[in-house]
């Protein structure tokens, strides 16, 4: 199985700041990557598809890019709404398996 | 208004078994993969098994496989997980999810979640 590995595990940052969140694949998937965000007791919220899509109503601040064995995530400018776990996911195959998460805290 | 609501939950003894449900509303059910998805306390998200539309093809994750079973009725709108011989490590909240609203492979990026419900393996 292709395997996903996130890095950092955790980061924390200041409001405004530029945040960055990298997703590496054992081997090569395409641009079959989503990433959720997940606030802490709520439900896994999809941010993007396809790599760099944005799901509808997602801020704008959000973007992804990347393809093949390398992705990120970015968020322009962090706001205190964005303390959150993020998790990337690839389903180029079966199984469409998860990053481990990222948790993103405000400085 | 799409929804997917899942029951079932509960504490149950290792070993033991439990059913799971998730019902549908809002949208055509029977085209759509559907998946349960979950995650222990403290933990990531893991993907344990998914649901042709039809009902024709499943697939399971190692960690479930031949113990839990993912089945579905297309006229009640209702997806199923019947989990058996059940273990400490498979607590966790159960998330039933598809890919509704993008376009693309239906194997991911899944844009409608349930609330979850909560299953507990404990003596």
New interface residues.
């Given amino acids: 199985d292709i395997q996903m590995t996130q890095s950092p595990s955790s980061l924390s940052a200041s409001v405004g700041d530029r945040v960055t969140i990298t997703c590496r694949a054992s081997q090569g998937i395409s641009n079959y990557l989503a990433w959720y965000q997940q606030k802490p007791g709520k439900v896994p919220k999809l941010l993007i598809y396809a790599a760099s899509t944005l799901q509808s109503g997602v801020p704008s601040r959000f973007s992804g890019s990347g393809s093949g064995t390398d992705f990120t995530l970015t968020i322009s400018s962090l706001q205190p709404e964005d303390v959150a776990t993020y998790y990337c996911q690839k389903y180029y195959s079966a199984p469409p398996t998860f990053g481990q998460g990222t948790k993103v805290e405000i400085k | 208004e799409v929804q997917l609501v899942e029951s079932g939950g509960g504490l149950v003894q290792p070993g033991g078994s439990l059913r799971l449900s998730c019902a549908a509303s809002g949208f055509t059910f029977s085209t759509y993969n559907m998946?349960w998805?979950r995650q222990a306390p403290g933990k990531?998200?893991?993907?344990v098994a998914?649901i042709s539309g039809s009902g024709d093809n499943t697939?399971y994750?190692?960690s479930v496989k031949g113990r839990f079973t993912i089945s579905r009725d297309n006229s009640k709108s209702t997806l199923h997980l019947q989990m058996n011989s059940l273990r400490a490590e498979d607590t966790a909240v159960y998330?039933c999810?598809s890919r509704y609203?993008?376009s693309?492979?239906s194997?991911?990026?899944?844009?409608i979640?349930?609330?979850?419900t909560m299953v507990t393996v404990s003596s």
């Fill in positions: 998946n998805v990531g998200l893991e993907w998914v697939n994750a190692d998330y999810a609203y993008s693309g492979s194997l991911g990026a899944f844009d979640w349930g609330q979850g």
